[in-house]
């Protein structure tokens, strides 16, 4: 069966350090992978989604950057970090063409900028 | 541009008494609609994916349903365990992307 694995779980930054988020995904071969932001009290916000490895697409300019350097792994990453980029981030994978692209998240990293 | 609605935002209930959650939306095309069940601190749990108009799906205490409009998560008999924010979504013909509804956080109490 698939899992997905997420780390850290927890963790607190202060303004302008760097940031590095990894993601990785066990039991499927070529999977989509994106990054999800939930802001307090708020919804699902699509950050980059990846088809394929180096293959990288924004959808909200920010000062975060996404990473596939494997097939399998995804990586969230910021060279300086402001105080709006608190949030819970979550990992997801879906399978191309498969279930209406059911998405699968992990459990999610828990930020704060300080 | 795809749409999710999702009402209420909160819904408070006693355990025992059923309800349902709405989902409206708008998409060029629907590939699939998704209900996420989502606990405090955690990242979505996926419950149903819809495909198509009259299609229903059930999961223990809840079912949902679909029309070409707007889905329904119905809670039969709810238990304080149900309490979670539950989640909308839809995927359309064209792309890869959920666009994603705000949820509505469910309270069931003893």
């Known amino acids: 069966s698939q899992t997905i694995h997420q780390w850290p779980a927890t963790l607190v930054q202060p303004v302008g350090s760097p940031l590095s988020l990894e993601c990785t995904v066990e039991g499927t071969s070529n999977p989509n992978l994106y990054w999800y932001r939930q802001a307090a009290g708020r919804g699902l916000q699509l950050l980059f989604y990846s088809v394929g490895i180096g293959q990288i697409s924004s959808e909200v300019p920010q000062n975060l950057s996404a990473s596939r350097p494997q097939d399998r792994q995804f990586i969230l990453s910021s060279k300086k970090l402001l105080l709006s980029d608190s949030g819970f981030y979550l990992c997801a994978w879906s399978v191309p063409g498969f279930s209406g692209n059911t998405i699968y998240f992990g459990e999610g990293s828990w930020l704060t900028v300080v | 541009e795809d749409q999710v609605t999702q009402s209420p935002e909160a819904l408070r209930l006693q355990e025992g008494e059923s309800s349902s959650l709405n989902c409206s939306y708008t998409?060029?095309?629907?590939?699939?609609l998704f209900w996420y069940r989502q606990d405090p601190g955690k990242g979505p749990e996926f419950l149903f994916t819809l495909y198509s108009a009259g299609e229903e799906k059930e999961k223990e205490r809840l079912k949902a349903t679909l029309t070409k409009k707007e889905s329904f998560l119905h809670i039969t008999a709810p238990k304080p365990e149900d309490s979670a924010t539950y989640l909308c979504a839809v995927n359309n013909n064209a792309g890869n992307m959920l666009t994603f509804g705000g949820g509505t956080r469910l309270m069931v109490k003893p």
């Open positions: 998409v060029s095309g629907l590939r699939g």
